[in-house]
C-alpha cells in the first residue's frame, strides 16, 4: 500500500486557481497510476483526473476538461493537481487515489479501480 496526503486546497474566488499537490510514501510511486476524484455534499464522488505511470497519458471528467491539469514528479513521489478558472460547481472535497500496476499506460476512471486514497483536502469556491 501507499500513503497519500493531500495539501493545497483551500477558499479561493470563482475565476481563480489552485494546485493540488499528494505527496505518496511507503511503496515505489514510479509503479502507481495516479489521479483525482472529488465530492461535493449531497452528490456521488466523481473522477476528476486520472495520470498513467508512463505520466504521458491521462484523462479528465468533463467538467473539468480544459480547466485543470494532472501531473507527476516521480523524483518527488508527488502528483499535482492545477485547477484554473475555477467555478462554485468546483467546490467539493478532493481525494488523491492510486493504484498499483503493471501497465504503463493505463488509467482508471472508476473508483473502485483505486485502492489506496488520502483523507481529502477541501476546495471552496466563492461566486
Known amino acids: 500500500q501507499v500513503q497519500l496526503v493531500e495539501s493545497g486546497g483551500g477558499l479561493v474566488q470563482a475565476g481563480g486557481s489552485l494546485r493540488l499537490s499528494c505527496a505518496a510514501s511507503g511503496r515505489t510511486f514510479s509503479t502507481y497510476a495516479m489521479g483525482w476524484f472529488r465530492q461535493a455534499p449531497g452528490k456521488e464522488r466523481e473522477f476528476v483526473a486520472g495520470i498513467a505511470r508512463s505520466g504521458t497519458n491521462t484523462a479528465y471528467g468533463d467538467s473539468v476538461k480544459g480547466r485543470f491539469t494532472i501531473s507527476r514528479d516521480n523524483a518527488k513521489n508527488t502528483v499535482y493537481l492545477q485547477m484554473n478558472r475555477l467555478m462554485p460547481d468546483d467546490t467539493a472535497v478532493y481525494y488523491c487515489?492510486?493504484?498499483?500496476?503493471?501497465?504503463?499506460?493505463?488509467?482508471?476512471?472508476?473508483?473502485?479501480?483505486?485502492?489506496?486514497w488520502g483523507r481529502g483536502t477541501q476546495v471552496t469556491v466563492s461566486s
Open positions: 487515489v492510486g493504484r498499483n500496476m503493471q501497465l504503463f499506460h493505463v488509467i482508471y476512471t472508476n473508483r473502485e479501480s483505486y485502492g489506496d
